[in-house]
């Protein structure tokens, strides 16, 4: 049985010269939950499942870059927690939920990134993509992220194809529900800014096309 872990992205694994190739990142699977029927979450909180605190800011800005120009309120994760997934405070349920509560985000978007010659969560292309049905932990937010942090310390990274295969989640932050589900796949970046510039491009405008995400309401 393949052991799974979570890759932490590493600025010297992914900082590496590969002529003036651009990255291509296509998002090769997608689920949606059939008993979530929600509004268009506009009140976002980003977090990025890594532990390398370049990466995360990285991830995270660029994240919330796409989204705020879309007019989506949105939170980073490292400008509410401590910067390292270490931290204990990462780990507690009670003030995790507490800070999603107090700041009314009605949508949480979770990043991690995933490997698919150890991780059974990679899912192929040609295969049905459904993750609640596989991993019952997908289902609510803390449950994912619970099963994730522990994983998250472990290094690694892909040395012969150049391909990063990340995985993103939408959770409904009221309810901690799986909305929505998707795996990319993202070839040759020359750079870490590079990766997560065009996986942040190519997610959020999904997201915005099937309606997931959208402008926040303002209250009259």
Sequence with gaps: MKNYKTLSISLLGILFLLGSCAPSTDITATWNNPDVEDDALGN???????DDVSARQNLEDELARELMERGIS????INLFPPSMRNEKMQD???LLNAIEENNFDGVITVALIDKETDTRYIPGNYAYSPVNTYGYYGNFWGYYNNWYPQVYNTGYYDVDKEYFLETNLYN???EKLVWSAQSQTVNPETLESL????????????????LVGKASTTP
């Design 44 to 50: 976002i909180l980003v977090t990025a499942m890594v």
């Design 74 to 77: 949105v939170t980073k994760s």
């Design 93 to 95: 349920k009670e003030a």
């Design 173 to 175: 932050a009221e309810s």
């Design 196 to 211: 997560t510039e065009d996986y942040s491009e190519k997610i959020v405008r999904y997201m915005e096309n099937e309606s």
